[in-house]
């Protein structure tokens, strides 16, 4: 899949994503909206049912009168008497009860609206609150009253009643998002994924065409009559094709072998083994190949505890990836130091080079497969990417681990952690 149409499907994902969620949030908008409407109404039904009980109750009704004409303006609150206030308190909370509203804290009074500065007292909230205040004048004439109701969690109230529909659709919208989320991660892992396998396929097919080649030419100038009266060209021939067939043999092994190793279908053989003895060894390997470009390796073996469980073969080949990539990463004279010191359960080993080096960004891939540091736009050295997710799959099967410290064009240190047991 090209990177246009990767980008037009992200796009169009995106913005109808967004689009969800704008409409998410009217929707949710206007269903508080909606249910603040019902509160009014139910509170206004409720206010009517209070004034027709009111004035049903001749008792309170007068008591109510008499003590609003004894005020005549004094104050702005008119102070009932404590049975009166109850009885009051108790029609609301009845009415309340009725219309599903009980759930609602409340506060009432009874406003002189004769009192000088009533016009003032006139407010839409209270106590940061939303007041409802409804007028008796029909119940008290002449006298001027105002009952006043100031509920105190009506917000709260609304929000207590959709709090399932709200929190089932702020989750149905997180996890869409994290699906949306996920799917792109999963995209872009693929095309990586993708044009590292090319890369590898592109790569393969031009390090299995050079020894190809060379064995079609061999093959060709054994079959030639000057070449068949001469048993030193036969023999050099031979010799050409049986070592470029080596070579293929040894190319397509590694990558059978990374695949078998990915499975799991392995059996590490550990033996008491001394990794001083193992590095000797990698050394020994590599050490011509070093020199031949006027270059060195430094040992720094410090380990005193140098005995491990391990398995020697598949070590040796750790360490021999790096000390490989070492070189190879070089682009003058290789100066590779490795080095060893104890930790308190386990020995580490340490190979540093003054190489080319790598960013943040391609250090966390270095250990991917198929993965290999490039030169700009270039691949300065052969290889097919498998040696560091060997050496990663191997430190994890001993129970170990490495990590790399890289500083672009000041080279790189890998670190291997290896536990005794």
């Known amino acids: 899949m090209n990177k246009k149409r990767i980008f037009l499907i992200i796009t169009t994902c995106a913005f109808a994503l967004i689009g969800l969620v704008v409409l998410q949030v009217v929707w949710v908008k206007n269903a508080i909206e909606?249910?603040?409407?019902q509160l009014n109404?139910?509170?206004?039904?409720?206010?009517?049912?209070?004034?027709?009980?009111?004035?049903?109750d001749s008792i309170t009704k007068n008591n109510i009168r008499q003590t609003v004409a004894e005020n005549n303006g004094k104050k702005l609150v008119v102070n009932l008497n404590k049975i009166d206030k109850l009885k009051m308190d108790s029609i609301l909370k009845n009415e309340f009860r009725f219309h599903q509203l009980s759930d609602l804290q409340y506060s009432f009074e009874l406003i002189d609206k004769k009192y000088k500065s009533y016009t003032k007292s006139c407010v839409d909230d209270k106590s940061g609150n939303k007041a409802h205040a409804w007028c008796l004048d029909k119940l008290f004439r002449p006298q001027k009253v105002e009952l006043r109701i100031a509920f105190h969690n009506s917000n709260e109230f609304v929000y207590a009643k959709m709090n399932g529909m709200m929190l089932s659709s702020t989750g149905l919208v997180l996890l869409v998002i994290t699906c949306f989320g996920l799917t792109l991660q999963t995209i872009f892992k693929q095309k990586k994924l993708s044009d590292m396998t090319t890369d590898f396929i592109n790569n393969m097919t031009h390090e299995l065409k050079t020894p190809i080649s060379t064995i079609s030419l061999a093959s060709n100038m054994l079959r030639k009559p000057l070449i068949l009266d001469k048993p030193d060209k036969i023999i050099h021939f031979s010799a050409i094709i049986h070592e470029e067939n080596q070579k293929l043999q040894a190319q397509v092994e590694q990558?059978?072998?990374?695949?078998?190793?990915?499975?799991g279908d392995f059996k590490l053989n550990k033996i008491q083994a001394n990794i001083h003895q193992v590095i000797q060894g990698a050394i020994d390997t590599l050490d011509l190949q070093v020199k031949t470009r006027n270059g060195k390796i430094k040992c720094y073996l410090n380990a005193l505890q140098v005995n491990l469980m391990a398995d020697v073969t598949h070590l040796t080949n750790v360490i021999?990836?790096?000390?490989?990539?070492?070189?190879?990463?070089?682009?003058?004279?290789?100066?590779?130091?490795?080095?060893?010191?104890n930790k308190e359960d386990g020995i580490v080993v340490a190979i540093e080079d003054k190489g080319i080096g790598m960013s943040k960004d391609k250090q966390k891939h270095v250990f991917e497969k198929f993965y290999r540091v490039t030169n700009g736009n270039v691949h300065d050295v052969k290889g097919f990417g498998l040696g560091l997710a060997y050496v990663k799959l191997m430190v994890d099967a001993h129970k170990g681990q490495i990590q790399i410290q890289s500083e672009l064009g000041k080279g790189s240190k890998f670190e291997i952690f290896l536990p005794f047991q």
């Open 320 to 341: 021999s990836n790096l000390l490989d990539n070492a070189n190879k990463y070089s682009p003058q004279k290789p100066e590779i130091i490795i080095s060893t010191h």
């Open 34 to 37: 909606l249910r603040t409407s």
């Open 41 to 56: 109404h139910r509170i206004r039904l409720a206010s009517y049912d209070v004034i027709f009980k009111l004035r049903h």
């Open 255 to 263: 990558v059978l072998h990374l695949a078998k190793l990915e499975k």
